[in-house]
Every structure is written in C-alpha cells, then in structure tokens.
C-alpha cells in the first residue's frame, strides 16, 4: 500500500512540470526551518518565573555570587538577561540598560534567524505554481496548433494537468509556510516584549542592590 501511494504521488509530481521541482527544493527549505525553529523555540523555554524571583530574592540580600551560580548552565533570553546584568551589577544604570539592550538585541536576531526564508517561500510558491500553470496551458495549445488533424487528446490532458499539479503543490506548500512563519513572527514578538519588560525589573533591582567586589573575580 505504502509503495502503490508513493507511485502515485511520484507520478502526479512527475505530470507537474518543470516548476515541481523548484516547489520540492521550497519545500525542504521550508521544512528545514520550521523544524529548527520549533527545536529552538522548545530548548529556550521562558516559563521560568520561579527562578527570576530565585535570583531576586538572592540579589536582594546581596548574595550576587549565590545568584550566578544558580543561573549556570541555565538556557533562555531571562537567564541570560540576569547573568549579564548580575556581572555587570556595578555598572551605572545608564550603562547597564546598554549592556542589556545589546544583549537582547542579539537574543532577538537569534530568535529572528532563518525566519526570511520562510517569508520567501510563502512568497514565491504561489508565484512558481502559477508559472507551471502557465506554462502548461501554453504546451497544450502548442499541441493544438501544431496538430495537422485532431489533436491527441492524452497530450492535452497532460499539459493541463501540469498546470493543475504546479498550482496545487504551489499552494500546498504556500499555505503551512505562511501559518508558521506569522506563528514564529508571533512568538518572536511576544517574546521581545516580554524581554523588555524583564529588563526594566532586571536594572531595578540590580540597580537597588548593587553587589561587593567579589563579583569581579567571580568566573
């Protein structure tokens, strides 16, 4: 059964045309990138409130040491934010936004990286569907006036289903890339608020509570 469907669909992919396999090397683009974003997406989980307050409640009674040592080897934007601005507690505040502001800068184009190709794909898919369908509806009527009788009509179907197939796959690939790009473009902004608020309370309270020297010879 498995080998009968994967005939068939070899066979409809071969009845598209030449602009199948542009649509195929899309789609494994597309793919390719939506899997990494989700595995990224799934590895930098945000849902730790419970170790921001943890840090806090450290930095509030002036254990900064305490506080680095619970954010190592913790993964996420948050943790990040805390360690750098935990290492740079002595920092003016002024400075310390900088500092902050650089690294969720980078934290976002990480979080941005590879999501243009998506972006394209949704673009162009639909684009190189309708090429197909064009460029099979004029092989039909070339077939028409170049036929001395009546013209075959298997070679005119073909050239139709061509067009049908590229405007199909276009669209197959079209519509799931663009509902996970505006998901992913969705996070990546929500993520980015979330961000900056965590900055605000970030510089607060290591501003509040700076810590002792210590800290410059933490590593």
Do not use: C
């Amino acid at each position: 059964m498995i080998g009968l469907d994967l005939n068939r669909i070899w066979n409809l992919l071969t009845l598209g045309g030449p602009m199948t396999i542009p649509l195929l090397i899309a789609s494994v683009f597309s793919l390719a990138v939506i899997i990494e974003k989700t595995i990224f997406f799934y590895r930098n989980n945000d849902n730790n409130f419970r170790l921001i307050k943890r840090i806090e409640i450290l930095v509030e009674e002036g254990d900064i040491l305490s506080a680095l040592n619970e954010l190592k080897g913790k993964k996420g934007t948050n943790a990040k934010l805390l360690s750098t601005a935990l290492a740079h507690n002595s920092e003016d505040p002024s400075r310390l936004r900088e500092v902050l502001q650089a690294v969720g800068e980078d934290e976002i184009k990480k979080m941005e990286r590879h999501l243009p190709i998506l972006d394209v794909v949704a673009m162009i898919s639909p684009l190189l569907g309708l090429l197909g369908t064009v460029i099979g509806i004029i092989s039909s009527f070339n077939i028409l006036g170049t036929a001395a009788g009546a013209a075959n009509p298997a070679q005119i179907s073909s050239g139709i289903a061509a067009a049908l197939i590229s405007t199909a796959l276009g669209l197959i690939i079209a519509i799931p890339t663009a509902i996970f790009y505006s998901y992913f473009a969705h996070k990546v902004e929500r993520r980015a608020h979330q961000m900056n608020l965590s900055m605000v309370e970030i510089v607060d309270v290591v501003s509040n509570n700076r810590g002792d020297s210590d800290v410059q010879n933490y590593s």
